[in-house]
């Protein structure tokens, strides 16, 4: 394959610049929390009325947490592993996926909207956020496209765990974007709720197995095991196929008669769950051959602790209640906490002091401790999905999980937005500053 003329550019500023958007979507997701939990306090009415308000945050909340910043760590993960030979494309299409978000975080701003709580994707129905949308998901699968084309290579030879794991998501994000067609083209309920339930469904789980693909790939990252030695990556190297073939038969599950047309996607989430079960419970006794720190590990741990019990929730689950939020809390938790590993480690932030360490450490704790405790209130509370409820009608303990694991989670994650920034700002001379500081206490 050809490679850009200026490949110093293409191979460090372009996965950088994907780390970026990831990183502001992430820290905007993280203000709409904030407002959301305003929200039920009373505190706040959003966008001139509180109901409908609520919803609105909340769908803009989702679409920049598991869409964007997700999306956007997969768009550094695609850039940094394959290179189109035109430099041009790489930046068009990062300028398009800037574009599409500007367009849904301006949406609300720019006329009436109608909150739609779908699953999996609930959006604003109006053409600004829908065209958002669109014109950001385009831009990620350009992105993966070379990844794609030398998926087979990595299946049939033992080429590094990188292009397996993005070659596969690459595949699956194209499969949703046939599922997203499928859906269209097809005969859509009148009503709007149900006519983007039906439109998502399919794409939503497929998201879900590009998600699962590409945090297996964040995790070699955290071990420092990219290439195929070691059990992971071989592990890996199995259960990559296994993960592709319901997804590779899922054109076929919306022909046939209901209710296995959606019935059949369900059951692939879980057969993925199942799959990667020995890897999860192998990789909490794995070790680091990385010299970034022992505190990075707390960023692999911790998220298969999160991901273990949110498959065991999402397992448990047979009806529409707290249950479901529980279950996918756990699992966005822990993709979360495997990204900001893997920006600290790609970006070399913090270095090797012990002072450093121990942030890190602190800052993954709080985040991954305030999950649980939110996932444990919510449990408790039993609380409508998607439904403003005043705090006064939440049982006190469920209300102090919820509000204790909250603040803890927001506070960890505004320090992770203020580390990023600040390597960002600052540059090299933050890190010699903090070097400086850790060998003073005599922490080197």
């Given at each position: 394959m050809v490679r850009s003329r200026r490949p110093g550019v293409d191979c460090n500023r372009l996965p950088q610049a994907w780390i970026a958007l990831a990183v502001t979507a992430f820290l905007?997701?993280?203000?709409?929390?904030?407002?959301l939990v305003l929200a039920r306090s009373g505190m706040v009415t959003l966008f001139g009325?509180?109901?409908?308000?609520?919803?609105?945050?909340?769908?803009?909340?989702?679409?920049?947490?598991?869409?964007?910043?997700f999306l956007s760590m997969g768009g550094f993960f695609w850039s940094r592993n394959r290179q189109w030979a035109s430099r041009r494309i790489n930046c068009v299409a990062f300028a398009a996926a800037l574009a599409g978000v500007l367009l849904i975080a301006v949406a609300p701003?720019?006329?009436?909207?109608?909150?739609?709580?779908?699953?999996?994707?609930?959006?604003?129905?109006?053409?600004?956020?829908?065209?958002?949308?669109?014109?950001?998901?385009?831009?990620?699968?350009?992105?993966?496209?070379?990844?794609?084309?030398?998926?087979p290579q990595a299946l049939a030879s033992r080429a590094d765990s990188a292009s397996l794991l993005c070659g596969a998501a690459a595949l699956v994000l194209l499969l949703a974007d046939v599922q997203l067609g499928i859906a269209a083209s097809s005969a859509l309920p009148d009503t709007?709720?149900?006519?983007?339930?039906?439109?998502?469904?399919?794409?939503?789980?497929?998201?879900?197995?590009?998600n699962l693909l590409l945090v297996m790939q964040a995790w070699l990252w955290l071990l420092?095991?990219?290439?195929?030695?070691?059990?992971?990556?071989?592990?890996?190297?199995?259960q990559v196929p296994l993960i592709l073939f319901p997804a590779l038969i899922s054109p076929l599950f919306p022909y046939l008669p209901a209710p296995?047309?959606?019935?059949?996607?369900?059951?692939?989430?879980?057969?993925?769950?199942?799959?990667?079960?020995?890897?999860?419970?192998?990789?909490?006794?794995?070790r680091s051959?990385?010299?970034?720190?022992?505190?990075?590990l707390f960023f692999l741990r911790l998220p298969i602790w999160l991901l273990l019990l949110g498959f065991i929730l999402g397992w448990l689950i047979e009806e529409n209640n707290a249950w479901v939020p529980a279950h996918y809390h756990g699992v966005i938790g822990a993709i979360t906490l495997s990204y900001m590993g893997v920006c600290y480690h790609h970006l070399g932030i913090l270095g090797n002091t012990r002072v450093a360490q121990r942030l890190l450490a602190w800052q993954s704790g709080l985040?991954?401790?305030?999950?649980?405790l939110v996932m444990a209130g919510l449990i408790v509370s039993d609380i409508p999905r998607k439904n403003l409820v005043a705090v006064g009608d939440l049982p006190p303990l469920g209300r102090l999980l919820m509000a204790t694991g909250g603040g803890g989670a927001l506070i960890a994650s505004l320090l992770f937005v203020v580390l990023m920034a600040q390597h960002r700002l600052c540059g090299a001379g933050s890190h010699n500053k903090l070097a400086d500081l850790a060998r003073g206490a005599g922490d080197v």
């Open positions: 905007v997701s993280v203000c709409y929390a904030l407002l009325d509180n109901e409908r308000g609520f919803h609105s945050a909340l769908v803009l909340h989702v679409n920049f947490s598991l869409l964007v910043w701003l720019v006329g009436a909207v109608t909150p739609i709580m779908s699953d999996y994707l609930p959006v604003l129905d109006q053409v600004f956020f829908l065209a958002g949308i669109g014109l950001f998901a385009l831009a990620v699968s350009v992105v993966s496209l070379p990844s794609l084309v030398h998926l709007a709720l149900l006519r983007y339930q039906r439109l998502f469904w399919g794409a939503g789980h497929l998201l879900q197995t590009v420092g095991r990219s290439q195929v030695i070691g059990w992971p990556a071989r592990l890996f190297r199995i296995y047309d959606m019935r059949l996607f369900t059951w692939q989430m879980e057969w993925n769950g199942l799959l990667v079960m020995p890897s999860l419970l192998g990789l909490l006794l794995a051959s990385t010299g970034a720190g022992s505190a990075l985040y991954g401790g305030g999950i649980l």
